[in-house]
């Protein structure tokens, strides 16, 4: 099974996992940081032909089940209409595919912060060091830069792949003898 999953923001993260024999596999993840300095059209058309690209490189025809985090609104409204506004560039790129996210697809964080990171209110050192775990020690270069600095938006949506595939028995929770 073909698991593709996004951490939306202005700056989304995505990645690809594949499992096989209840052995999770990390295929691949990127991310994509834009600036503020570009408006909210700049922004949102990089995004589309961001995760576009990504899905066309990585097997386009080939993805089983396509999960986000689940959101409903920011902190702000500034914030809430940045996200709003990915994820309408993400399901413009999946519809180029025919894909869309089912709602049953969406995630909630504390679930995958719980999950992926131990605990529900888990930081995200901690949900990367989950992702890590549960992969393995050598993935850990796709999440970290050369000189240490986290790259969240990717530990993140591997994250929530990883918990969608948890929560629906694909593969079992980290100390699990189930």
């Not at 995505?14 to 834009?34: N, S, Y």
């Not at 992702?131 to 240490?148: A, H, M, N, P, W």
């Amino acid at each position: 099974m073909r698991i593709l999953s996004f951490d939306i923001s202005a700056s989304p993260g995505v990645a690809l996992l594949e499992i096989k024999g209840g052995a999770p596999k990390l295929l691949a993840v990127d991310h994509l940081e834009t600036s503020a300095d570009l408006t909210d059209a700049q922004r949102f058309d990089l995004i589309q032909a961001f995760v576009t690209d990504f899905i066309y490189r990585h097997g386009y025809d080939n993805i089983d089940a396509i999960v986000r985090e689940k959101f409903i609104k920011g902190g702000s409204k500034r914030g809430t209409q940045l996200v709003f506004g990915a994820w309408a560039s993400v399901d413009r790129a999946l519809a180029t595919y025919g894909y869309k996210v089912d709602e049953a697809n969406e995630i909630v964080a504390s679930r995958v912060k719980k999950y992926i990171g131990g605990k529900g209110g888990a930081k995200k050192d901690e949900v990367a060091a989950g992702v890590i775990r549960i992969l393995g020690e050598t993935s850990k270069q796709c999440f970290y830069t050369d000189k240490g600095r986290l790259l969240d938006d990717r530990s993140d949506a591997t994250a929530i792949g990883l918990a969608y595939a948890i929560q629906h028995g694909l593969i079992k929770p980290e100390g699990s003898d189930q």
